[in-house]
């Protein structure tokens, strides 16, 4: 009886170091080349305010900010992110504190599970980066690429106005 | 996640990503943005063991090439919208482009070309390209080869790329005088028909996406509507079918999103 002999390299997943900046912080990780972004964020960095929904690329839970722009980490393969300075909902504002769009989104109950979350804040800061003071129309387009499954946009789409209202009002004292 | 045992490769020249491909040909795939083929990857509909990343050949450029525009094939949706170039010459793109689902987490990554790539018939760019005379600019192991789209489209989800090649980018020729029209069921559905209305001095034509496997480009010599309605009805032979919608009924609005397109040409976009 012979031995089965095993296939050259048929067990290896080929893999690499990866280093990206992360809320600031430089990080190196070993990463499998088939893996994606959302998830070394979540697996092998921890940050689990990242979320999975659909995987792919079509509810926006698992968006980040990568290099500036909001990018959803579903459709990046991780390998492709070398040197990718990246925040996640982790970082989105300091420690301990809410930003205008947080602040919002809590006061006018602009969510019920919280699952889409990450994505919808990336996104109305997104807009109002851009654009201090968007219409309803504006801030619709900006949210269609996240979606809710709870709640319906009514209350998002109110929260992102009065926070365009209150950062607009800051800017003014 | 992914399962297969993939290895990521990112050339920094057009030749080493030919080389790439070629060596790998029938377990590779083409890395752009990334929007329809990681997904599919995802699901398992797509199986290959490695990827080749054309993000190191710098194929992000907008530009005027003689009378036509050339996109490179990292060009953006985003881009796209951006580009005075393209909102001068040729505004298609960008009215296009503004269309395309997903937000800008996805437009700021995904590739008209690549979109064009996986030409999948119930998308946008296949269609615009085909209404904009496309070309289709190809890299391989023996250089250059140019493919206007027509040739280029084979079928749904089947393309005229050969051993070892990728698309480097499209050219396009500048058309001032446009109109588009896009059903889907909501604004973060895949389209179901879409025309693009194209009048580039010499002749008006309506191109229909995602009704067949292939583009629709009709020639439009008489702009009336039951001359409309008669030219289109008589060109949509094979119309496609898929989880959206039947294909009887892509055939029946067919017609009407020609006149819509020809309409928004004519009067320009409704605010």
Known sequence: MTAV??????????????????????????????????????????????????????????????????????????????????????????RGTLDHVQQAFWDLDAFQCGFCLPGHLFAVRDLLDRDPDPGEDDIREALRGNLCRCTGYVNLVAAAGEAARREREDQER | MIRTRLRYHRPDRPDDAAALLAEHHGRVAVLAGGSQLLPRMN??????????????????????????????????????????????????????ARGVTGGRQLTGHATLVGALCHAFPGTDMPGALSALGATVELHGPSGPRSVPVSEFLLGAQEIDRRAGEFVAAVTVDGVARSGYCKVKHATGSWPIATASAVDDGDALTVTLGAVQARPLRIVIPDPTRAAVDDAVAAAVTA?????????DYRARIAPVVARRALTELREGARA
């Open chain 2, 43 to 96: 699901r398992g509909e797509t199986d290959v063991d490695h990827v080749v990343d054309l993000r190191g050949l710098g194929l992000r450029g907008i530009e005027r090439t003689g009378g036509r525009v050339r996109l490179g094939a990292m060009v953006t949706y985003e881009d796209a919208i951006a580009s005075p170039l393209l909102a001068d010459a040729v505004p298609l793109l960008p009215r296009v």
């Open chain 2, 239 to 247: 119309p496609w079918t898929d989880v959206l919608a039947p294909g």
């Open chain 1, 5 to 94: 002999e095993p296939r050259a390299d048929s067990d290896a997943v080929p893999d690499r170091d990866l280093a990206l900046t992360v809320n600031g912080r430089r990080r190196r990780v070993r990463v499998e080349d088939r893996q994606l972004l959302v998830d070394v964020l979540r697996d092998n960095l921890g940050m689990t305010g990242t979320h999975i929904g659909c995987a792919g690329g079509d509810c926006g839970a698992c968006t980040v900010r990568m290099d500036g722009q909001i990018t959803k980490s579903c459709l990046v393969l991780a390998a492709s992110a070398e040197g990718a300075d990246i925040t996640t909902i982790e970082g989105y504002s300091p």
